[in-house]
Structures are given as C-alpha cells and as structure tokens.
C-alpha cells in the first residue's frame, strides 16, 4: 500500500538552504556583500599600487604586494560585515516609538561562529604565513652572501642626512647605489633619535644616539630616491631631506670618480 | 532585566555640620592652597641654586609642579579624612554624608564629593574641556598642513600642538566613558549603591583636574618638542616644557590607577543579588575590562616618566647612551603601556554599543559569550604586541616575526566582536536613533582602522608605512573613528539619565553626518599621502603631498563644525531640552529603573536580578 505524507516532512539540508538563499533579505544581504567585496577588491589590485612611492628595490616590491594581497583577502570579510550593516541601515525603524520585538531572536547559532571563526581565523593565519615568508625572503642572506654588497654608513644629525661609503672611501650628502647590489646601510646619530627612511626603497630603521643599527636593501629599478626622517626629531625635523638615485654600475663608478676628485668629500 | 526593586523619593536632608571645616573648603581653596604650595615651593627651591643650570631648573619646576597638585588636594579636602587617621579618628556620620553632596544644589560639583553621580559629571565636564581643546590643537595642525610650506605657525609651535595635541587627546580618550558613565551610570547597572570606594572615587577625579593646568603650564615652559611618545634622548634634551608633560604623566597614571582599581572592585564586589557574570550588562563588562587593563598598563609609563625626570634632574642617564643607558628601554616601557592603552580606549566605546544594539533591534544580544571572549582576548593578546611598533627601531630585530604574529593575531578576537555586532543586526529592524547612527559609524570606521592594522602590523609592509601619515590615519580611523563614535553613541543613549532630558534629534543628526563624512575624508586624504610617503608629524612637506592634505584640511574643518554642533546640542539640551520619559529607549537594565533625579544611594531597596538584560524578542521554534 502506497501513501504520500510528504506534507509532514522536514525539508532536506537543501531545501533549507535554497529557502534561505531565497528569502528577500538574505539575497538583498548577499547582493550588497558581493558588490563591496568587488569595490574592495578594485581599490586593492588598482587604487593603493598607484598610490604608492615608484618601486625601486625588491623590499618596495615586496611591500606593494603585500598591500594588494592583504586588501584582496580581506574584501570578502570587509564586504559581509558591511553587508549586513548597509543592509540594517537601509531597513531602520522610524518613529517615536520602538519597534515591536523581533520574530528573529536567537541569542547564538552555532554554526554560523563556527563558520565566522574559521574564516575570521583563517585569514588571520595566512596574513601571518605571507607575511613571515615575505619577511624571510626579505632578510635571508640578501647582503651576507653577496660578495658585491656595498656598504654605506648613514650617520642622522639634527637636522641633515650624510653618507660614507668605506669601500669607496668618500663622504655624501646624496645616496647612489648601483642597480642589481645589495646595499647595506649601517645607520647612527650623533644627537637625538632619527629614522632613515629612503622611500622607493621600502625600508627603514631608526638613527639611535651612539648605537648602530643595520638595513638592507636591493636595488632594482632605476630612478630617482627621497630620503625622509620618520622619527620627530625636533626644530626642523621636517626639512631634515635629502636625495639620492638607483642608477647603473657604470654611472655608479662615475659618480664615486667624481667626488673622489674633489678630495672624497661631495661638494 | 526584572527587578524586585521599589523605589523611593530623595531622602530628606541631613543637618549640615557646621563646624566642620570640610564645610569650607571647595574648589577655590584648593587653588589657593595649590597656588601657595606651588609658588612657596618655587621660591624655597631657587634660594640659593644657580638657576642658569638645567638641572635646577628641572628640579624646581617638576617639585613645583608636584607641590601644586598636593596643595590643592589638601586645599579642597581630600587629605581631611587621611590626617584624622593619622589622630586616630574619623570622619563623622554627618561629615560623610555632607562630604556626598546631599543638599548642596550646584556646589556640590566644585567640591571634594563622593556621590558617583557628581564625580560622573565632573568627568564629563573634563572629557568636554579637553577634547575641544585637544580639538582646537588639531585644527591648528591643519591649518598650518593646508598648503605646503605654510609658515602659519613656526616649527617648534608646531612641534609642540603635535605633541601636546596628542597626550590631550589621549587622556581624554582614556576617560572619555570611564570616567563619566563608569562613575554615573555603572554602579546603577549592577544595582550597586555607589562604588566601593567613594573617596578614592573623588580624589581619581581630582587629581586628573590638577594634571590639566600642569599640562597647559607646558606652553608658558616653551612646549614640548617629542610629540606624545616623548622619545629619549629627545626628551631628556628638552627644555623646561619637558617637565610638564612628565609630572602629568604621572599624576594621571595615579588617578587612572586609582579609578581602575575603583571600578574593577566595584563591580566585583557590589553587584545586585541574582546578577551573575552572564546578566552582567556588556557595557559593564567592557568598562571593567579596560579599567583593570589600564592598571597594570599605566604604572610603566609613569616609570618612564620617573625614569625622565631622574635623567632630566640628577643625570641618572637610564636613557642615555654615553653612559650605558638605552633610548630602547623607554621606547619599551613606553610602548609597553602604549599598545594596552589603544584597548583601554576601544573596548568602553565598542563595549557602549553592543549595549545599546539589542535595545534599538528588540533582539537578544547575538551570542554574550563571544562578545566577552573577544574583550577579554583582545585585553590579553594586548598585553603581548607592544614591540611592533618598534620593528623600525633597530632593536631586537629577531623578534619582529614573533610579534608579528601575536599582532596580527589580535584580529582573531577582535573579529568575534564584528560577529556579536553583525549577528544582532542580521534580520533585524533598528529603530532609527541618533545612538544607533553610531554604531553604523562605528562598524565602518572600526573596519578601515582594523584591516588597516593588519598591514601595519606586518614587517616588510611597516618598512614603508612606519612613521607615515598612513599610521596617522590608522590609529585615528580607530580611536576617533571608532572609540569616539562609541563614546558619543553612549553618551546620547545615556544622556536622558544623565540629564533628566532628551538630546536635541536635529542637532544631532546634523552632527553626526558632518563629523562622519568629515572624519572620512580627513582620513583617506591621510592614508593617500601617507602611502605616498609623506612622514608624520611633519611641519611642511613636498609639493606632490598638496591635494591630499588639503583635503584632509577641508575634513578636519567639516568634522569640527559637527563636534560644536553636538557640542551645542549637549549644552542647549540639558538647559532646554524634552523632559525625558523615565525609559526612553524601552530598556532592560537596572540603571533606568533609577527615578532623575537619582537618589543619594540610587536605589531604595536592593534590586533582585532574575533575568539576562537582553531578554528582547519573541521565541521561534527551529
């Protein structure tokens, strides 16, 4: 004998999340989620590379990445929070008086934590794996097993960068550097605290008082360089700038001939 | 929440007793005594010196500095109860009760009082004083940053609005909620009579009121060339300014220490019968978390500060290299408390609206758990995060990668937080309130300053952010973005408590927009030229930063026209404003059971706790 009581069944996993997907505020919720997670997403692959100093050196390449990947990732999470939030925002309640008590009114549901905390968590872990590797690849044995490092010994004074290059035994105001050598900076002060901070070059570090402090770096593109202060270091700590370039070998050894000859002191 | 609570009319007040001398003594005579504490000590101590030596001038203005805050602590009364130990004695019943303000209309405000109601208003008359004058310093700087080049002011103003700008706008942040509500409405929300520690409570409050013309001393002393970091060996170096900002410090470090403890034991100890941790209101919750941070946090600053001070006085030279000391032990120390302390400013904002939330959606709080696991991992993971704002110094580099991860970990449980926020905005219906309008902004502005921490956060991406106008917008989007517009939601929500009135809806509404879409735009326009690379703190800068700081300039203005809005609303609102239903909002915690205005002891009986606070909603069957 055959019978239908199909009427008393409780839907199946599917029919749950088809009726779910279906309901109007949710699709309202997942439009406007997929909407700014896309606006995220452009702003990370378009607006913050334009935005950022000219790339001159592997670290400013690494830390270009970094950004556009870091803001890619976290557009879908940025894009549901928002969601959500945009979406309450655009179905307030007006009036003097408040609303009726919602029909909706779990205090928890586990799945959706569980679901929240493993993305929530796995972005966060792979921020920190990006990141430590960038950050090993950066570091690992740029300068130490590079035979053609070039060292340069920054020295921060209130309020005015200078450079000496011992291999080449000369005094600068400006900083060159050769294309294709890593470039060791070997950074004090002789007053207060400073930070060397040559910009298309991606890194810096601080100029502490009678201490040295190291940086690395590897030059690759050529072009013009700024060299800022990042640490307030007091009157004119704003003026505190200087120049420098990535340039050829060959324009390098030129540029070393030419202050050599006026005594190894740049005019 | 429900309550067997029955409430009462003000009791009558007691006789004064009038030949006490706590009668007497209020706000003036604690400037007297100050001034002739400050001056005496002044003048004693340059007898003899040579007052051409820095040292000597160091010593004579930081003791000056210290005698001031003593001498108007005894001046208005604070000491009285302290020195009758001393003999053996006490105050009388008469004297206690005369000393919580009962019957003294106005004065009892300018005086040494322990009802936490008038030490909550006092509060928020201080947090009202010094971010618009914190506010002002800020639109200075970007006045002076609207064009490169501006010779508006000179440099070492310059140097000093930044820093000054800074530490104003910390402490005030610090207090912006736990001082006012923590004091006003806190102890209501547990059902509690008052804090645990009423006098404590009072001299908390005034002590911070003595560190405010201390820091101002700091214009009249040449300023302040550090920034708020106040970074060795720049600082050991300063001028006279220099001891201001130091005494400050460590005046506030003791009131904040002293209100944390206050709090902390407050809702330890004093919570109404049937509230267990789980019916304890979030907003509670939060405000005990970031008091009882700040209380480990805060006693290093002040011991960077000492250590200042002894370099400054007595060359102790902890922070000068020449003789073996470490401009990275303060960076250390300081940071140590620094990073706590961005937390110590969040979590009542944040904690304030998760409050408010399931009032203006009628529905549960989404899962109160998550909502206390992630203040409290965020107040633990804090603690360990400190030194990523010393990746650029040189100092340990071997560590960046451990602290790296535990910063970036800081985002796990701060998610839990979005969840808690979302979850209870999800399917729902907020009624539309000036409250509620903050925490959309909050939602937002946590969101930029929170992905933008993770960037910060990360090593290689820091080598060029660090120390640019980038970390500027970030810490901002956070802290003003975020904690500010918490701490506004909050104080609107709570306003008719505090008030007896309703704050004026237009007023507020034209704020609100024009502070948010100001502060967004005075924020992006950092971030661009930040990653452009512009430094921080930088009184001039080159050409191609122009557009982005105008812009930011054009914000700045747009937000400050909407902070004197809401600024007149608050003022114009408590003179003028609707009288206030007993619970406007249709709440269901303890503290809006409290008649306005609020008895001595606020309740008549002790309340009986029953249920959760957020018992909003109708039951649905799965």
């Known amino acids: 004998m055959a019978f239908d009581n199909s009427e008393d069944l409780e839907p199946t996993p599917g029919q749950r999340l088809r009726n779910f ?13 997929v909407v700014i997670t896309a606006l995220f997403t452009i702003f990370g692959l378009y607006a913050y590379p334009n935005w950022m100093p000219a790339v001159h050196s592997k670290e400013m390449h690494s830390a270009r990445l970094i950004m556009t990947i870091f803001t890619v990732l976290s557009a879908p999470i940025g894009g549901f929070v928002l969601a959500i939030t945009v979406r309450a925002f655009l179905n307030m309640h007006r009036g003097d008086t408040p609303p009726p008590d919602q029909e909706v009114s779990e205090k928890s549901n586990t799945p959706a934590i569980l679901v929240w905390c ?27 097993d590079a035979p053609d490092a070039i060292t340069v010994e920054v020295t921060g004074a209130q309020w005015v960068w200078s450079f000496y290059y011992p291999a080449q035994n000369i005094h600068t105001h400006t900083l060159e550097l050769p294309t294709g050598q890593p470039v ?7 007053d207060v605290n400073h930070s060397f901070w040559p910009v298309q070059l991606g890194i810096k570090v601080d100029a502490n008082r009678l201490v040295t402090t190291t940086a690395e770096a590897r030059p690759t593109i050529l072009g013009h360089i700024d060299i800022r202060c990042a640490e307030l270091c007091g009157l004119n700590h704003a003026f505190m700038e200087t120049g420098g370039a990535v340039v050829t070998a060959s324009d390098f050894d030129t540029w070393v001939k030419s202050i050599k000859a006026t005594g190894g002191i740049e005019q | 929440m429900t309550t067997l609570a029955h409430q009462s009319e003000v009791s009558s007040p007691a006789p004064l007793p009038t030949r006490s001398l706590i009668t007497k003594l209020n706000i003036v005579t604690g400037l007297i005594v100050g001034a002739i504490f400050c001056w005496g000590t002044y003048y004693a101590m340059r007898a003899g010196r040579d007052m051409t030596n820095e040292h000597n001038i160091n010593k004579v203005l930081i003791l000056s500095m210290f005698m001031w805050s003593l001498g108007f602590m005894i001046g208005i009364g604070a000491l009285i109860g302290p020195f009758r130990w001393l003999i053996g004695k006490d105050l009388t019943p008469e004297e206690e009760l005369y000393m919580s303000g009962q019957g003294q209309g106005m004065k009892r405000y300018f005086k040494y009082c322990t009802d936490h109601k008038v030490v909550g208003i006092q509060y928020l008359v201080a947090v009202m004083v010094l971010l618009g004058s914190g506010g002002t310093m800020a639109m200075m700087i970007r006045t002076n940053l609207a064009t490169p080049g501006s010779h508006l002011v000179l440099p070492k103003i310059y140097n000093s609005l930044v820093g000054l700008h800074g530490i104003t706008m910390i402490i005030a942040m610090i207090i912006v909620l736990t001082g006012p509500l923590g004091n006003f409405i806190l102890p209501m929300m547990i059902g509690a009579r008052g804090e645990a520690f009423p006098r404590l409570n009072a001299t908390s409050f005034w002590l911070l009121f003595t560190a405010i013309p201390v820091l101002c001393s700091a214009w009249f002393l040449g300023g302040i060339p550090t920034g708020w970091s106040a970074y060795a060996p720049l600082s050991t170096q300063a001028g006279p300014g220099m001891n201001s900002f130091l005494v400050t410090i460590i005046i506030f470090a003791i009131s904040t220490a002293i209100a944390g403890t206050n709090i902390t034991t407050t809702v330890i100890t004093m919570r109404a019968k049937g509230m267990h941790f789980n019916r304890v209101p979030i907003f509670v919750i939060g405000c005990t978390i970031s008091v009882a941070l700040a209380v480990p946090a805060f006693p290093t600053f002040m011991a960077a500060m000492v250590q200042t001070g002894m370099d400054r006085t007595i ?13 990275w032990l303060y960076a250390n120390l300081f940071w140590i408390m620094g990073h706590p302390e961005v937390y110590v400013i969040l979590l009542p904002g944040v904690a304030a609206l998760l409050e408010m ?21 965020i107040a633990g993971m804090s603690a360990l995060v400190w030194a990523h704002h010393m990746y650029m110094s040189g100092w340990m580099p071997a560590l960046n990668g451990p602290f790296m991860v535990t910063t970036e970990f800081i985002s796990f449980p701060t998610g839990l937080l979005f969840l808690v926020f979302v979850g209870t905005l999800w399917r729902s219906r907020p009624w539309l309130k000036f409250p509620m309008l903050c925490v959309y902004a909050m939602l937002w502005n946590l969101l930029v300053g929170g992905i933008t921490g993770v960037y910060v956060s990360d090593v290689p991406l820091d080598g060029t952010l660090h120390g640019s106008m980038y970390v500027t917008a970030h810490f901002h989007y956070t802290i003003m973005g975020a904690a500010l517009s918490g701490a506004v939601g909050a104080i609107a929500y709570w306003f008719p408590k505090l008030s007896g009135r309703m704050l004026n809806e237009r007023a507020s509404y034209i704020s609100f927009w024009l502070v948010q879409i100001g502060l967004n735009v005075l924020f992006m326009g950092m971030f661009l030229v930040g990653a452009e690379g512009q430094p921080r703190r930088v009184a001039s800068y080159a050409e191609q ?15 400050g026209i909407g902070m004197l809005v809401f600024l007149w609303a608050i003022i114009h609102s408590a003179r003028k404003g609707d009288i206030a239903p007993a619970n406007p909002w249709g709440a269901k915690t303890l503290e809006w059971t409290v008649p306005y205005p609020a008895p001595i002891e606020n309740f008549s009986e002790d309340p009986i706790v029953t249920s959760d606070p957020y018992g909003f909603g109708k039951r649905v069957s799965k």
Do not use: E, H, W
């Open chain 1, 21 to 33: 997907v279906q309901r109007k505020d949710v699709t309202q919720t997942i439009i406007l989620g």
């Open chain 2, 545 to 559: 930063f122009a557009g982005g700081n105008f812009i930011s300039t054009l914000g700045a203005y747009t937000v």
């Open chain 1, 184 to 190: 060791d900076f070997k950074v004090t002060s002789v």
């Open chain 2, 315 to 327: 060359s102790t030279g902890f922070y000068d290299a020449n003789v073996g000391g470490s401009g």
């Open chain 1, 118 to 144: 493993f993305t929530t968590g796995a972005f966060v872990v792979a921020a920190i794996v990006i990141g430590l590797l960038v950050y090993n690849s950066d570091t690992n044995s740029a300068v130490a």
């Open chain 2, 357 to 377: 939330v399931p009032v203006f959606t009628r529905k549960p709080l989404f899962s109160f758990p998550m909502a206390v696991a992630g203040m409290a991992g």
